[in-house]
């Protein structure tokens, strides 16, 4: 039975790679970070699989990191764990760079004591392309973060590409552009406009409040991406991949179909207020990302449009919000 190590697998990139892995046979350790309060939501659903064993450590730990790989001999590592909402990143700079840039090479040391033949994936970010400097964005798209969860980024990829260089490592890079889900965070943009909608068709509030509706990103969906994860470390040798759909949609795009899926009646700006607390001192104005190479060897493709993402995000949200009032 393989064996495969998942950091940061209470968010919303680990529970689905859990789950994919599970279903694939796999042996998953999770690491979980001691908190006075556990939340197990995410995996509430394979938190008694007998397949699945959770593991206490943290990312600025380099011990329980070590100590953990010496015990589990893991043959594939996903670190997946972050603090990875941009604007917290601005609010808390110095913890942002200790979990998303220098916990990478905290893993990756770790895997190098203890278990240097395992295969390593590193999750980097398109917000590392930031203001970009060619579109689309490929894997040789030179990097402009504008944030400082960007530069964490940075370092996190560049530090994975010189682990595999300097001690021939099975150690690679996913650029996921941004993918959502109902399990995102309900800071995040698409979470929140999919909620705001739901509670606006039951009456629970009137408006949604945002920043900038004019940025553009490149939305897929979480689970067709934490399949690309696993597809990278079944290769013969480590590469980079950046993995997107190629197509780009804005922030008042994703509220005018949230506000049809959720059955609301007339125009989308009746339900939209202007909050300037959203907008970001940096902003990262347009992302589109080309994953020609990820389909050309990875055979990966993404099966869910942006359409759909959106009604399942919604369709999620109202069953959800029902049912906390019943």
């Not at 659903?45 to 001999?73: M, R």
Request: proline share 5%; with cysteine; charged share 25%.
């Amino acid at each position: 039975m393989k064996k495969a190590f998942i950091t940061g697998i209470t968010g919303q990139d680990g529970s689905y790679l859990a789950e994919l892995l599970l279903e694939k046979g796999y042996k998953v350790y999770g690491l979980t970070r001691r908190t006075s309060t556990q939340n197990f939501e995410r995996i509430k659903q394979i938190i008694h699989h007998p397949n699945l064993e959770l593991v206490s450590g943290d990312l600025i730990d380099q011990h329980s990191l070590t100590n953990a790989f010496k015990e589990i001999q893991p043959d594939e590592i996903y670190n997946l764990a972050a603090q990875s909402f941009v604007k917290a990143s601005w609010e808390q700079p110095v913890l942002t760079g200790e979990f998303t840039a220098l916990g990478v090479v905290r893993v990756l040391e770790a895997m190098r004591l203890a278990c240097p033949n395992a295969k390593f994936y590193q999750a980097s970010s398109s917000e590392m392309f930031g203001k970009v400097m060619e579109v689309p964005q490929t894997e040789t798209t030179p990097f402009y973060p504008r944030s400082p969860y960007g530069v964490a980024k940075v370092y996190g990829h560049w530090i994975t590409v010189n682990y595999r260089e300097s001690f021939d490592m099975f150690a690679v890079s996913g650029i996921l552009f941004n993918h959502e889900s109902p399990r995102r965070g309900l800071e995040f943009v698409t979470r929140k406009v999919a909620n705001a909608v739901a509670r606006i068709k039951l009456g629970k509030q009137k408006f949604v409040e945002l920043g900038n509706l004019d940025a553009k990103r490149d939305w897929g969906y979480a689970k067709d991406y934490v399949e690309a994860m696993w597809l990278m470390l079944q290769q013969d040798k480590p590469d980079d991949y950046v993995v997107a759909t190629g197509e780009t949609h804005s922030v008042k795009e994703f509220l005018e179909i949230a506000c049809r899926a959720a059955g609301l009646p007339g125009s989308w700006e009746q339900y939209y207020q202007h909050n300037p607390k959203y907008d970001r001192p940096a902003e990262v104005d347009l992302l589109i990302g080309d994953p020609g190479k990820a389909k050309r060897v990875l055979k990966w493709e993404p099966t869910v449009t942006f359409e759909q993402l959106v009604e399942i995000m919604v369709k999620s949200e109202l069953e959800n919000e029902a049912k906390s009032e019943s």
